[in-house]
């Protein structure tokens, strides 16, 4: 009886530090993906083989499709938001030339809106430190990335691919949690990835003439993503988002930029100023407070 909670939450932290450190080691893959395809012709290439990755699983397993098409819809509108929306965005935004330090900035404005549409809207309700914690968890991103901001980088059609980016993330983890609560994360995965290649593809051809410098390291860097982060990251955030409040996981997206600085600091020997030092302790705390759940 003892082991239950145990379990339970050694499950959860578990999904959540997988998430995490995935999620924070992601623009490494991505800034080396995107020296051998643009933004668009590399998450084409990275879907198809998600694609592949996932037909065997889902044949194998049986996985459950969508019960009605009320569910099919939901699950496509689901994964054009986090897919198509938020990938295109993000890439877009770094191959056009804004440094990965504005872009986690901007996107990591992404749990406190999350906490303001999810109080409005969803019935979560905050309590003083947690409303705390989602604004110490901004400032201390702000912290970490701070050497690496230069607002003379921001481009206009930059700045828009980053609030698309920001829209779909943030749009996606919250229709998922209310009108995917029930589907299949296997057989939701490999519809939502056949609907997003159905509509980067066009996008690669016409924009991107679909050219592509072929070598491992591209090769290295989509099996990362899709295997790491899609498939197994994504699934995780799902889970974590059934399991528990919008707010609350969320609020982890905090602790990304964490993960690169230290990625930065063991491959390229970027060693972290004093500032980010304290922005990642300050981090730390916000997210603390807003998950903490104390005693029940």
Same mark, same amino acid.
């Given at each position: 009886?003892?082991?239950?909670?145990?379990?339970?939450? $050694?499950?959860?932290?578990?999904?959540?530090?997988?998430?995490?450190?995935?999620?924070?080691?992601?623009?490494?893959?991505?800034?080396? %993906?995107?020296?051998?395809?643009?933004?668009?012709?590399?998450?084409?290439?990275?879907?198809?083989?998600?694609?592949?990755?996932?037909?065997?699983?889902?044949?194998?397993?049986?996985?459950?499709?969508?019960?009605?098409?009320?569910?099919?819809?939901?699950?496509?509108?689901?994964?054009?938001?986090?897919?198509? /929306?938020?990938? +295109? %965005?993000?890439?877009?935004?770094?191959?056009? $030339?804004?440094? &990965?330090?504005?872009?986690?900035?901007?996107?990591?404005?992404?749990?406190?809106?999350?906490?303001?549409?999810?109080?409005? @809207? /969803?019935?979560?309700? *905050?309590?003083?430190?947690?409303?705390?914690? =989602?604004?110490?968890?901004?400032?201390?991103?702000?912290?970490?990335?701070?050497?690496?901001?230069?607002?003379?980088?921001?481009?206009? +059609?930059?700045?828009?691919?980053?609030?698309?980016?920001?829209?779909?993330?943030?749009?996606?983890? *919250?229709?998922?949690?209310?009108?995917?609560?029930?589907?299949? *994360?296997?057989?939701?995965?490999? =519809?939502?990835?056949?609907?997003?290649?159905?509509?980067?593809?066009?996008?690669? @051809?016409?924009?991107?003439?679909?050219?592509?410098? @072929?070598?491992?390291?591209?090769?290295?860097?989509?099996?990362? *993503?899709?295997? +790491?982060?899609?498939?197994?990251?994504?699934?995780?955030?799902?889970?974590? /988002?059934?399991? %528990?409040?919008?707010?609350?996981?969320?609020?982890?997206?905090?602790?990304?930029?964490?993960?690169?600085?230290?990625?930065?600091?063991?491959?390229?020997?970027?060693?972290?100023?004093?500032?980010?030092?304290?922005?990642? &302790?300050?981090?730390?705390?916000?997210?603390?407070?807003?998950?903490?759940?104390?005693?029940?």
């Amino acid at each position: 009886m003892k082991s239950a909670p145990f379990t339970s939450r $050694g499950y959860d932290a578990f999904l959540a530090w997988y998430f995490v450190s995935i999620w924070g080691s992601g623009f490494l893959a991505t800034k080396i %993906g995107l020296l051998y395809a643009a933004p668009f012709t590399f998450l084409t290439l990275r879907f198809i083989f998600g694609i592949a990755c996932l037909v065997p699983i889902v044949w194998w397993t049986r996985a459950p499709w969508p019960a009605t098409r009320r569910d099919f819809f939901h699950v496509i509108v689901a994964g054009l938001l986090m897919h198509a /929306m938020h990938l +295109g %965005g993000s890439h877009y935004s770094q191959y056009l $030339g804004i440094s &990965a330090g504005i872009v986690a900035v901007l996107l990591s404005v992404q749990p406190v809106i999350t906490a303001l549409i999810a109080a409005r @809207w /969803m019935g979560e309700r *905050l309590a003083p430190r947690q409303w705390l914690g =989602v604004a110490l968890g901004f400032a201390g991103v702000l912290l970490i990335v701070w050497h690496k901001i230069d607002v003379r980088e921001i481009t206009p +059609g930059g700045l828009i691919a980053v609030i698309i980016s920001l829209a779909g993330v943030t749009a996606g983890t *919250l229709y998922t949690r209310a009108f995917c609560p029930r589907v299949d *994360l296997r057989s939701a995965a490999l =519809v939502q990835f056949i609907v997003t290649g159905v509509t980067l593809a066009p996008l690669a @051809w016409i924009c991107e003439g679909f050219a592509v410098q @072929w070598a491992w390291q591209l090769f290295a860097a989509i099996v990362f *993503l899709v295997i +790491g982060a899609s498939i197994l990251a994504v699934n995780a955030l799902h889970t974590l /988002m059934r399991r %528990g409040a919008a707010t609350r996981v969320t609020s982890l997206l905090y602790l990304t930029p964490i993960f690169a600085v230290v990625l930065e600091f063991i491959l390229f020997d970027i060693v972290p100023s004093a500032l980010a030092v304290a922005g990642i &302790a300050v981090t730390c705390a916000g997210v603390a407070l807003v998950t903490w759940s104390g005693r029940r």
